[in-house]
């Protein structure tokens, strides 16, 4: 009897672990902030070395670099903009030329607000029963994308469009759908059967996303 209850405490701790961390956002921070310092040992720069300029970012001024289906992109985490370390959050700059597109694809950590600061873009999600939710927003307008749904965004207006994003984690990750897809090295004949293809065709799509010297 006794082994017994220990079994179900073991069972009921387990099952509590897995929703609390199943749910769980980026940790709480448990100081004002905390600038990544290049010291060892020393993980946040010294208060005293703390400047006004630590908290201003200016690399989305301009767009990126276009891709050939007409979108640009900058993210901004911790990586390039020390500060947000340990505030939970992340942005980034998309700019759409006209009729660019910004693949289908996914956050898996974090849930994801859009606004719309120039232009006319046809965008949304899909969520786990297929639904698509989609329509065409306006500048000043704003859209969320849930935590880990696909979704995407076209440029439909007449004009280049703008958006700013931000995210509830400071490390939101991207999975691009194609090239997650055709640009991992994923086998072509599942590929083929999965999407009714022919390796032709496969091998042409996967041109465009993965380089000669990965071996599919």
Do not use: W
């Amino acid at each position: 009897m006794a082994a017994q209850i220990i079994e179900v405490i073991l069972l009921v701790t387990f099952s509590l672990y897995i929703i609390l961390h199943a749910n769980a956002s980026d940790p709480d921070p448990i100081q004002d902030f905390c600038i990544p310092n290049n010291e060892p040992f020393l993980p946040c720069k010294p208060l005293s070395e703390v400047t006004p300029q630590d908290f201003i970012f200016s690399g989305i001024k301009s767009p990126g670099n276009f891709s050939e289906i007409g979108f640009s992109g900058i993210s901004v985490t911790p990586t390039n903009f020390p500060s947000l370390n340990t505030l939970g959050i992340s942005f980034s700059r998309a700019d759409l030329k006209l009729g660019g597109v910004n693949v289908p694809h996914l956050h898996p950590r974090a849930t994801e607000i859009a606004y719309v600061v120039r232009g006319s873009i046809y965008s949304g999600f899909i969520d786990s029963t297929n639904r698509v939710f989609a329509k065409v927003i306006e500048a000043g307008e704003v859209m969320v994308y849930p935590r880990g749904l696909v979704h995407f965004q076209m440029n439909v207006g007449r004009y280049p469009a703008t958006i700013i994003a931000s995210f509830n984690s400071q490390n939101p990750g991207i999975i691009r759908i194609p090239n997650a897809l055709f640009g991992s090295g994923v086998n072509d004949i599942l590929l083929e059967k999965a999407f009714g293809m022919t390796i032709e065709q496969i091998s042409s799509i996967r041109k465009k996303f993965i380089s000669k010297e990965i071996v599919s």
